[in-house]
């Protein structure tokens, strides 16, 4: 049931993407109440046509003045909405106040102590001048620009860390190079930047290829939405070691509160995870847990990594990064003898 006619989420977000195309503020937060009530009745199909009406506003509305409906948006997706039809707009809106902001992430060390939010008009322009001086020729409305950029992206980017947690959400991601620059490039200003530039960096459906030095075993397997090699590290023993493969490698399987938090269930299993082995890449390179599975070389076509016992013993807390993301790691074939030893021989010796 949808309730009452134009009590419907699609029909309170029309009204809400007018209002705030209106700027009106009363209006705006009229709808917006009205939504957050209707939300916990409302039900994927009528999440996912409520996203919908959103878009020409998103697209339209001023940086500044897109945060509430940016914030709805994530809202609405963590409730169940399907992402993709927001897809197009929000890489090309953040893409575009994450370059912005970049710039004035540039000129914040010449802007002397941190910069607060301007809270008036007055302070506005205030700032928008100290910026065009600490900068190299910028005219007013440009220096008007990086700095409204600056302090409303951050409103913006949950929406796509909400849905880029879905594998659909993220091969269907449009500007991904650009997207992936953008963000990169305010990593050293924003947290939340390098969350999102994570997500933009995980890997799906990519092929790994995984050499075994001690019994010289090789796997084919295919990942998908691993957030860091942490996670990676779980879940290569849990595949390789673990139930449903139990036997084929040594070792003890890790703990089922490992694997599940390395997958669905709650971050952090009640004991510490343990690593069970030492990581490389095909040059010899140790592959560091704190990194991610695209930091891994390709040797040919295939991400390589060589498995060999631990020299010491490490644990940690934390099962994945993203709590939502569902992780795939698919043992796709055993090696034949010959053709692990032949990929053994092409990788780099133990150091």
């Known amino acids: 049931?949808?309730?009452?006619?134009?009590?419907?989420?699609?029909?309170?977000?029309?009204?809400?993407?007018?209002?705030?195309?209106?700027?009106?503020?009363?209006?705006?937060?009229?709808s917006y109440?009205?939504?957050?009530?209707?939300?916990?009745?409302?039900?994927?199909?009528?999440?996912?046509?409520?996203?919908?009406?959103?878009?020409?506003?998103?697209?339209?509305?001023?940086?500044?003045?897109?945060?509430l409906l940016a914030t709805l948006v994530a809202g609405l997706i963590e409730q169940g909405a399907d992402p993709?039809?927001?897809?197009?707009?929000?890489?090309?809106?953040?893409?575009?106040?994450?370059?912005?902001?970049?710039?004035?992430?540039?000129?914040?060390?010449?802007?002397?102590?941190?910069?607060?939010p301007p809270t008036s008009a007055d302070d506005y322009r205030d700032l928008r001048e100290r910026v065009v001086q600490a900068s190299a020729g910028l005219t007013p409305e440009e220096a008007g620009e990086i700095t409204q950029a600056w302090f409303t992206v951050p409103d913006w980017i949950p929406s796509l860390l909400l849905?880029?947690?879905?594998?659909?959400?993220?091969?269907?991601?449009?500007?991904?190079?650009?997207l992936t620059a953008a963000a990169a490039a305010m990593v050293p200003h924003s947290e939340d930047a390098a969350w999102l530039h994570g997500l933009l960096e995980v890997l799906d459906d990519e092929p790994l290829l995984v050499v075994h030095r001690p019994t010289q075993q090789a796997y084919d397997l295919t990942i998908s939405g691993v957030g860091d090699n942490f996670q990676l590290h779980t879940l290569l023993a849990a595949t390789l070691i673990g139930a449903p493969a139990r036997g084929l490698l040594p070792g003890t399987p890790p703990d089922p509160a490992w694997v599940t938090a390395a997958t669905e269930g709650e971050l952090s299993p009640p004991?510490?995870?343990?690593?069970?082995?030492?990581?490389?890449?095909?040059?010899?390179?140790?592959?560091?847990?704190?990194?991610?599975p695209a930091?891994?070389?390709?040797?040919?076509?295939?991400?390589?990594?060589?498995?060999?016992p631990p020299p010491y013993e490490r644990s940690w807390n934390l099962g994945r990064?993203?709590?939502?993301?569902?992780?795939?790691?698919?043992?796709?074939?055993?090696?034949?003898?010959?053709?692990?030893?032949?990929w053994a021989a092409r990788v780099a010796p133990a150091s």
């Open 33 to 67: 109440r009205a939504i957050v009530d209707r939300l916990p009745h409302a039900g994927p199909e009528e999440l996912s046509a409520a996203l919908v009406p959103l878009v020409p506003a998103l697209d339209q509305v001023a940086l500044g003045n897109g945060g």
């Open 163 to 178: 849905a880029l947690q879905q594998k659909q959400a993220r091969q269907a991601l449009p500007q991904r190079d650009r």
């Open 84 to 116: 993709l039809p927001v897809l197009p707009v929000l890489a090309d809106r953040l893409s575009t106040g994450l370059e912005l902001a970049a710039q004035f992430g540039v000129l914040a060390d010449k802007l002397g102590d941190r910069v607060a």
């Open 295 to 308: 930091d891994i070389p390709l040797l040919g076509d295939h991400r390589v990594v060589v498995l060999d």
């Open 1 to 30: 049931m949808l309730g009452r006619p134009g009590n419907a989420l699609p029909e309170l977000c029309t009204g809400l993407a007018d209002a705030v195309s209106r700027l009106d503020s009363r209006a705006s937060t009229r």
């Open 271 to 292: 004991e510490p995870i343990r690593g069970q082995f030492y990581l490389a890449d095909a040059t010899g390179e140790t592959i560091w847990n704190e990194g991610r």
């Open 321 to 342: 990064t993203y709590p939502l993301m569902r992780p795939e790691v698919v043992l796709n074939r055993v090696l034949p003898a010959t053709e692990a030893v032949e």
